[in-house]
């Protein structure tokens, strides 16, 4: 069965500083792999997708993710977080016969110090 | 920028009474999600309708859950009766398409039983 990893439940890290969120998967076929941003109170926004070809995705907001097969990871980058950033990150994935059938991570709550 | 609209935001019930959210999604998507988000957690598909038609309910506890798109557009989700553990937030999504189309979300339907 698909599921999705993400280790760290809170992160704090200091506005201009870079992030990196984990996130591993589970699944068998080549899979097709989302991150997901949540703003308090708000619905989800797509921030990337990755379906195929290359590795490394370029998404809405500066942030970008590199898929590692290898590693079964697809972990979220930003050279340099804005306060604006503080939210609820979700990684997720979807089968590639019923892509439209998304499994989410917990979701990683990003804090950003002033 | 068409959006996904829910209502009503917020709804406070106490258990064993009825309730019913509302999604009216993107103009001219197809397909249609209805999601459950329990505090801390990623978001649950419930159903997915195609058009008028459920596609995918196999996570909808029946006994207590339904849904319906009577006409391919919006859609209401009911609870009945609801219990404490239905407390989360309900989210709605559409896509143009099934597949690899990107869902959009609504802002949710914040629900609190007690």
């Known amino acids: 069965a698909q599921s999705v990893t993400q280790p760290d439940i809170h992160i704090t890290v200091s506005e201009g500083a870079s992030l990196e969120l984990r996130c591993n998967y589970s699944y068998g076929a080549t899979p097709y792999l989302f991150w997901y941003v949540q703003s308090p109170g708000q619905g989800l926004q797509l921030l990337l997708k990755y379906f195929s070809g290359d590795t490394l995705v370029q998404g809405i907001k500066g942030f970008e993710a590199e898929f590692k097969r290898s590693q079964s990871s697809f972990n979220l980058r930003k050279p340099s977080v804005h306060w604006s950033d503080a939210a609820e990150y979700f990684c997720?994935?979807?089968?590639?016969?019923?892509?439209?059938?998304?499994?989410f991570g917990s979701g990683t709550r990003l804090s950003i110090r002033p | 920028e068409a959006e996904v609209a829910q209502s009503p935001r917020y709804k406070i019930t106490e258990k064993s009474q009825a309730v019913a959210f509302w999604c009216d999604p993107i103009s001219g998507h197809a397909t249609l999600y209805w999601y459950r988000q329990i505090l801390g957690q990623g978001p649950e598909l419930l159903v997915q309708f195609q058009d008028e038609s459920v596609v995918d309910d196999s996570q909808l506890p029946k006994d207590r859950f339904s849904a319906e798109r009577l006409k391919g557009v919006d859609s209401t989700l009911k609870i009945q009766p609801a219990e404490l553990g239905d407390s989360a937030m309900y989210l709605c999504?559409?896509?143009?398409?099934?597949?690899?189309?990107?869902?959009?979300f609504g802002p949710g339907t914040r629900l609190t039983v007690t």
């Open positions: 997720a994935v979807a089968s590639g016969s019923s892509a439209s059938k998304i499994i």
């Open positions: 999504a559409s896509s143009a398409t099934s597949g690899t189309s990107e869902q959009y």
